[in-house]
């Protein structure tokens, strides 16, 4: 299946200049929607995951069937502010000003081999904060898995973490 005609560009959002990789053509298809989640489980293989990590908010969507066919558990990386119990918070640049990314403290521990799921990997600036939030609760980073890799804005060079991605954008 070619997965990339499910994702629609749209330009312009949410701000000029930028084209925003819409995957929701993706969800609305059962076929591509399984396909996409059988492709980002490939990174999972032969790391003895114990937890998925997803990023706010398609991490989630996509995270947690990954989790559910690996047989482990979902833990969310979140904006700043919504869990409601005490976190490990994590600052990163974004093209203007400064963004937070947060994980309960108590999500994972030591003993867990983590994979993160995102939809898109774009600067990289995101993941690496999702590392470093996981990192925090002595839990080891196995990898990451995103949809689509936007190549021209290069994430991998801020990244150590190796990263699978399903289709890339150059
Ligand atoms: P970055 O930190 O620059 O790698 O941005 C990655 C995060 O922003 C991911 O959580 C994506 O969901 C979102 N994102 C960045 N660029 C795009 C894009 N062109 N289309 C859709 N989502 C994007």
């Known amino acids: 299946m070619e997965l990339s005609a499910f994702i629609r560009d749209v330009p312009d959002f949410p ?20 396909a996409a989640v059988d492709e980002l489980l490939s990174a999972a293989d032969g790391q003895a995951v114990t937890m998925v990590a997803g990023i706010e908010s398609r991490g989630f969507i996509l995270g947690v069937p990954v989790a559910e066919r690996l047989g482990v558990g979902f833990i969310p990386i979140r904006k700043a502010g919504k869990l409601p119990a005490e976190t490990h918070r994590v600052e990163y640049s974004l093209e203007y000003g400064t963004d937070a990314l947060e994980l309960h403290v108590d999500a994972c521990d030591p003993n867990d081999r983590v994979l993160i799921i995102d939809d898109v990997l774009a600067t990289g600036g995101t993941l690496a904060a999702a590392v470093e939030c996981v990192e925090a609760t002595g839990a080891t980073v196995v990898g990451a898995s995103v949809l689509i890799e936007l190549t021209f804005l290069a994430g991998r060079t801020r990244n150590a973490t190796p990263i699978h991605s399903v289709f890339e954008v150059a």
């Open 15 to 34: 701000e000029p200049g930028i084209v925003f990789k819409d995957i929701t053509p993706m969800l609305a298809n059962n076929d591509a929607r399984r």
